[in-house]
């Protein structure tokens, strides 16, 4: 199997469903002929031309909403926002158009479309250019949202994303875009929307995480493993609505949870994440739940001293891994 | 006698006598909801009163087996003219399960029927702007001959979805109608204190294309423009944005009082302009309607407005659970 | 004492706050000459003016965004959102600006605004005047939000937020509005942001809740209170940042918690408080954290059938509170 | 001999001399931002260069002792007018503690400095646009004698803040200034896939606003529509649009590679129009500046820049755990 990285597994996935559906086209800021700021939509501009891989002009509602308009008509736009930072404009359309048209219409009118953003820290993107912004959506029913943490998982999910008949926010973690490689079949697959998925199998401590940290954790594990300390690594993947049996689970099995987001702690995703657990496999804890995340300030800061301060990296999760294992 | 305007549109006897009866459509139903809502059997009403012209003319140039309706909550004349039934209406009136806009989850004015094309709306006012473009980027992508027509208050003119989708609109040459209903009035606010323009289609030429202002109260007037900006439109030359100048003859709805911010005398000069009366004397003055059409008109559409009242009104409620439905899509 | 509303208590709280500083003006749709859709700001047109008054254009993001503006100046603008719901097309403003302001100017800078909105169901709203929009917010350090359930609160945290030095969001149950009446003493006072307040004491069950469920939880108190079981009610008053030291000793005196919300249950913020529970005071518990909270569709619908059944309302409140007892 | 414009304008020898040496600085701090970057040296830059002329023929048609300013990332000619040094640029380049903008927490180009009124900036573009806004109703409010200027790109005209806080100033009547600084370019998107309009300008009309498009290369000619903006908004008439219109000469930032999506040989035509080069061209023929005394400025810049590039390259960051105060106000 092919190894490539995280955002060429973006590329991959939309090129083979443009392929496949002539209803799927790319809209956003300069994903045409400069091909993406991160080069995501790199080459598609020529394969497709214009009037499928849209340069739009530099309004994020425009974009949301133009996409709403055209998924309501029956098309599958795949809209891009440069930062996920600058999805901040569009959340009137995300929120109270995307997310509501089905259910508003009774079912009458849908809006499969899939919105995609670069969010994350550690790449000097100070306050602006390094968010998290999931928390923001995770609370509205009719959104989907799903943030990917291997190349594998990016392909079968943005494929998967794109298929779906309803609106998926698919947050990509920029400084996983370069970092990550793994194997990516060269052929057509899927991955289910709303599963969790196991990434190490353990027995005494459950780590439960997204993003860029699923892979802190597991090279935390590798080095906890040495010490004879064995974790179980659950990846959400798609972290609303949230895979509770899988959840469960992964708590039930060790009674030792330690949650890890990038995001600010204090109503992140982890903190629902913890609530579930809570309500419903209390009784199989044998330590309190514990949350790994970033500090409770506006966003990251440029200067490498307080960037680095801020960002959770494999140092800080072997720690807390260990603290709880001792526990 | 009055200058016949209509057969120099290309507009028949019958047209014109449609055109009139949808109003009167639009109107009488919208004067039944309020009825029903002072005497407490429906919550909530939000009128069309005074701006059945703009719409019923704007709608009547369109194509309503092909072009896309994106209505705002006043635009029950619009939907008439799509398709969408008295019975409809009062059903999302009475927000029973029957409803085709939306089985009673939405308020009243909350169009949407994908039959005939009126797109789902909400109530956050211009989302539906960007809506219009993207529908008809979509056509134009699939080489499909319909236009998107789209409308908003004067005040919803200030949001920033309305310069967003007409901006987008303008660049692509996408064909869009985007029409302002400028009644005067956004809730309490006074036009002045909403637009430092003259003209709300003054501005068009931002978004490079033609912006122009008709007599909201002269359902012809309005006829013309639309018709111009879809040909337009369908011609491939981009969109247009129509203002209709009208006033609004009721509070701004059922939750509102206008006495604490316009005096009665104005509503009353107003009304002198009423569509339904100045077009009915035009009707008259041109020899198309006589005073026995009028009235068998006008009992036609009391009579529909009446059974669709009782229809509605013994209609069941959806089911509690059946909130829980429709969430996402079910296989 | 006199007894008023808990929307007189609005009112009469940005009143004095415009006697006592010249530098507080009020900003929104419809809020001068028709003193607001719901009379929150009845009067002040008459007694202030049309400049400190200001009936805006119908545009969220400016009437936010003016506010900033005018708060970085150094005034304290009071901007109203129609509804909550409204405020999507602003949350531009709100995060990535007022939120960030100090922050990213190192303190140089800063943002003393307050925005009010009306939000919550059970007023025939439908699915967009009727929405809870806190969780959408409780993730964004440099904000605060306030949702006051008595009109004694109200006066004193709207005096508070409006003294302020940094945004707050303050969200009035719109449903409160003329149904809570309570006593407001008529001189000054404010009350502390970031603080809970307990509402009633007891012994047996803890119901952390909020807003509206604050009055559905003491009445079901007393009901129970009949039966010898006794509650205790905490009421959040600010959701965000949570006044941690109250949750977790309002839990640990009981075992057995109950949160309650009005909004849709995934992602809301007594998923947070939850999980701070969980972090803290673990082994305390005596039962799941159990949550009640509206089902997790995009708003509550019109018709009054699914109105009521998305509701949060005294028997609801009543059956769950009995249930955790008899756990 | 050319003819002597600036004296027309009430503008001295001195005063000109000084315009050209604060674009001369903006230009020379941006060269060495990219020279610091392209050693590894500093991980960001984005550009003024190209629009210097507009930039600080604009700024120096203010009164910095008591307007407001609120530059967008390029505006180092702004910000250099209105006070800030070559070396807090520095400190901001090498986000080191001590950069009065904000401590190193924002990348460059995120300007602020309450001492000289420039407002705090954020990344999101035309955000800034209702603050200034918001500022000149305070200003307004509070009887000052003051006018807020706020830049943005001509893509950034796109965003619904633009539009609402130019109608809101509009209705308003206040001072602002609303300067587009039209480089033909949002990173890799020419102006015709932003804008459908001929100039940004023609958006006035929309905001009951006068709109001006005048030569960005010149700073002359910027000066004259500012001056005459800020004249008029502090006359109590209102706001005013003016847009520059120049070239972005660099990539548009140092992540960004221009060459996917313009010609070289534009870039290099592009380059024949350098105001630093046509306003140092107008300044010999009118007599005001000889070769000697171009040397002396740019010695004088120079050695500015020099020192203030040492300074900031060994001056300490912020400690890590600083990162966490001024969340909120610190009693
Ligand atoms: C984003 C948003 N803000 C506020 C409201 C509340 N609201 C409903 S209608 C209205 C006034 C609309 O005025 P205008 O656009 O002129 O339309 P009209 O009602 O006069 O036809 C307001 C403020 C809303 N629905 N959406
Ligand atoms: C809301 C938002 N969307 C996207 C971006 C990313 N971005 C930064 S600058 C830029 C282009 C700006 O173009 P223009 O307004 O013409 O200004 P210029 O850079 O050409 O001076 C974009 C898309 C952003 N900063 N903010
Ligand atoms: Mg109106
Ligand atoms: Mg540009």
């Known amino acids: 199997m092919p190894v490539i990285s995280y955002i060429d597994a973006v590329t991959m996935a939309i090129r083979e469903e443009m392929e496949r559906d002539s209803q799927v086209f790319v809209l956003g800021e300069d994903v045409g002929k400069k091909g993406g700021v991160f080069k995501a939509t790199h080459g598609l501009y020529d394969q497709f031309g214009e009037h499928r891989v849209i340069d739009t002009p530099l309004a994020e509602s425009a974009i949301a909403g133009v996409g709403v308009g055209a998924a309501m008509y029956g098309m599958r736009p795949i809209a891009e926002m440069q930062f996920a930072d600058f999805i901040m404009p569009a959340i009137n359309q995300i929120i109270s158009e995307a997310a509501k048209v089905r259910y508003r219409s009774n079912n009458d009118w849908s809006c499969p479309m899939v919105i995609r953003a670069p969010y994350g820290g550690g790449v000097h993107g100070a306050l602006y250019h390094s968010q998290s912004v999931e928390a923001i959506f995770a609370n509205q029913p009719g959104l989907k949202i799903v943030m990917p943490s291997t190349p594998y998982d990016v392909k079968g999910l943005l494929k998967a994303a794109i298929r779906d008949d309803d609106p998926v926010l698919f947050f990509e973690h920029k400084r996983a875009y370069r970092l990550i490689k793994g194997e990516v079949p060269a052929d057509d697959y899927v991955l289910p929307i709303g599963k969790a998925d196991v990434k190490r199998q353990g027995e005494d401590i459950t780590v439960i995480t997204y993003g860029l940290c699923v892979h802190f954790a597991l090279q935390a594990a590798e080095k906890l493993a040495s010490d004879g300390i064995s974790a179980h690594v659950l990846d959400l993947r798609t972290v609303y609505p949230l895979d509770k049996e899988a959840i469960v689970e992964a708590a039930s099995k060790t009674g030792k949870v330690l949650l890890i987001t990038e995001d600010t702690k204090e109503g992140s995703i982890i903190g629902e994440v913890a609530a579930i657990i809570a309500e419903n496999c209390l009784f199989d804890l044998d330590a309190p739940i514990m949350r790994l995340a970033g500090p409770d300030i506006p966003a990251m800061p440029y200067a490498p001293t307080m960037e680095k301060y801020f960002m959770v990296n494999p140092d800080k999760v072997e720690k807390a891994m260990r603290e709880l294992a001792e526990y | ?331």
Chains 1, 3 share one sequence.
Request: negative net charge; charged residues 25%.
């Open chain 2, 1 to 331: 006698m009055v200058k016949n305007r209509h057969e120099d549109l290309g507009l028949s006897n019958e047209k014109v006598i449609e055109i009139y009866k949808t109003m009167l459509m639009a109107r009488r139903i919208d004067e039944r909801m309020w009825l029903l809502n002072r005497s407490g059997k429906i919550p909530f009403v939000i009128s069309c009163q005074g701006q059945e012209a703009a719409q019923v003319g704007a709608a009547f140039a369109l194509d309503n087996t092909k072009d896309y309706v994106l209505p705002y909550y006043r635009d029950v004349g619009v939907v008439l003219t799509f398709g969408m039934t008295a019975k409809d209406l009062m059903l999302s009136g009475f927000a029973k399960a029957e409803d085709p806009n939306s089985a009673g989850r939405q308020m009243p004015g909350h169009f949407g029927q994908r039959s005939n094309r009126i797109v789902t709306g909400s109530s956050p006012v211009t989302t539906q702007v960007p809506h219009a473009v993207g529908i008809a980027l979509a056509g134009k992508m699939n080489q499909e001959d319909l236009v998107a027509f789209v409308t908003f208050g004067e005040g919803s003119s200030n949001q920033g979805d309305f310069h967003e989708g007409a901006n987008f609109a303008g660049v692509h040459k996408l064909p869009v109608i985007f029409m302002c209903e400028n009644n005067k009035y956004a809730i309490s606010v006074p036009i002045e204190k909403q637009l430092a323009c003259e003209n709300v289609s003054d501005r068009a030429i931002g978004y490079g294309m033609p912006g122009v202002t008709v007599d909201g109260n002269d359902p012809l007037a309005v006829y013309q423009a639309v018709k111009e900006a879809a040909d337009r439109g369908r011609r491939g030359e981009g969109p247009t944005l129509v203002e209709t100048i009208s006033y609004r003859l009721t509070p701004h709805s059922s939750d509102d009082d206008d006495r604490s911010y316009r005096a009665p005398s104005e509503v009353a000069e107003a009304k002198t302009q009423d569509p339904i009366i100045t077009f009915g004397a035009y009707l008259k003055e041109t020899g198309v309607m006589d005073d026995a059409l009028e009235k068998e008109l006008n009992d036609q559409v009391m009579a529909i407005v009446n059974e669709a009242t009782d229809y509605a009104e013994s209609a069941p409620y959806a089911d509690a659970e059946s909130a829980l439905q429709y969430v996402y899509a079910e296989k």
